[in-house]
């Protein structure tokens, strides 16, 4: 219960500060502000292993450099390499799950630059191209998305740090509160679920010798109740940073999507001023005349994950921003035209990503 009161405490904090303080802070000073709230987290939660995210996100800003200078290399594949592999090397002592979670998402983020930088588009926007160390470094430890996700892609990220679709926070807080309608709920799922069904008496011997076939089934299934509330909890806590801060939101006619962001981005951002104006998109100005949405950030749908009615539905509704990116970076770039080869090496890269971390403790013990 430790690890799950710190979750929602710092995620609470980082919500509080977006609904409170952001809105009062001169974008100048966005960068520099949610860095230093996600430093003071990642070292709070972390200790010393705040350490191994300096040290990737170090390598991923030299590899990064290199390849600006020397074109030697394809950036996409060395950079999930080094982002894997570090993720590889940690997880055979890491023992705090703080680390582990910011870990995770770290990796997904620096090896996600290679694909983000190697785009055509992105090829031709000289600002995105060719970013500065200091906005990877901001990237890479902003608090929103920190603890617990969802993946944001750094142009997201930096849709927002520039203003590209300024907000209020009378806009964003519909979004927030639909959110936080979901709490009572899952917090009364969760206890309930541990009070019905505690986990340690189902880790005894006497337990599976003398339960019978029907009693086991119902009390995994209570079991399963509690883990998916507490899964939900932290989902959309983490949502409702972002929301509270005003990353992820875009005007609702952009057609925005889980974790990709806008579809037309780049059509309507192109266009000539008097277009704009129709829009009423002016880069930087609060979009207070039009529908805005949070689907970009969006990363769990709960009715999709409980009515869904196949299970191919119900995965296409749960920690969506992470099927993104490995739709991206694995299933979209893998060598080989055979769907069912490229939907097994993505599988087996998001089990990595997921379990290996649990495979380690193991052979600990």
Request: net charge neutral; with cysteine; charged share 15%.
């Amino acid at each position: 219960m430790n690890d799950e009161f710190f979750y929602v405490t710092f995620l609470t904090i980082h919500i509080v500060f977006g609904v409170t303080h952001i809105d009062k802070i001169p974008k100048a000073y966005h960068r520099n502000v949610c860095t230093l709230i996600g430093l003071v987290t990642s070292v709070l939660l972390t200790g010393w292993d705040f350490v191994h995210q300096l040290a990737l996100c170090s390598l991923t800003i030299v590899t990064i450099v290199l390849h600006r200078q020397t074109k030697a290399f394809n950036l996409y594949p060395l950079l999930n390499c080094i982002a894997f592999g570090y993720l590889f090397y940690f997880r055979f002592y890491c023992a705090n799950n703080f680390s582990n979670m910011i870990m995770m998402m770290l990796a997904l983020r620096m090896g996600g630059l290679g694909v983000e930088l190697s785009e055509p588009e992105v090829r031709t926007d000289s600002a995105l191209y060719e970013t500065s160390i200091k906005d990877i470094v901001h990237y890479a430890f902003s608090y929103i998305g920190l603890l617990a996700g969802p993946y944001i892609r750094f142009r997201t990220f930096m849709d927002f740090m520039d203003g590209v679709c300024s907000t209020t926070f009378v806009q964003r807080k519909p979004f927030l509160m639909f959110r936080l309608a979901y709490f009572p709920i899952f917090i009364t799922m969760f206890f309930a679920s541990i009070y019905i069904a505690p986990i340690q008496p189902a880790k005894t011997a006497e337990f599976h010798d003398e339960s019978g076939f029907f009693y086991t089934v119902w009390y995994m299934w209570v079991m399963f109740v509690g883990f998916r509330a507490r899964l939900y909890i932290g989902f959309l806590l983490a949502e409702c940073s972002c929301i509270a801060s005003g990353l992820g939101a875009y005007p609702e006619h952009w057609v925005n999507r889980s974790g990709e962001g806008p579809k037309f981005r780049k059509i309507l951002t192109d266009g000539d001023a008097d277009r704009q104006r129709e829009l009423n998109q002016l880069p930087g100005e609060p979009v207070q005349q039009q529908a805005i949405d949070f689907n970009t950030v969006c990363n769990v749908d709960v009715w999709g994950c409980e009515g869904s009615p196949t299970l191919k539905e119900t995965m296409r509704s749960w920690n969506q921003t992470v099927q993104y990116w490995l739709a991206v970076n694995c299933y979209k770039r893998a060598p080989f035209n055979n769907r069912s080869i490229r939907m097994g090496i993505t599988l087996i890269i998001s089990a990595f990503w997921h379990g290996f971390g649990q495979t380690m403790e193991n052979l600990h013990e």
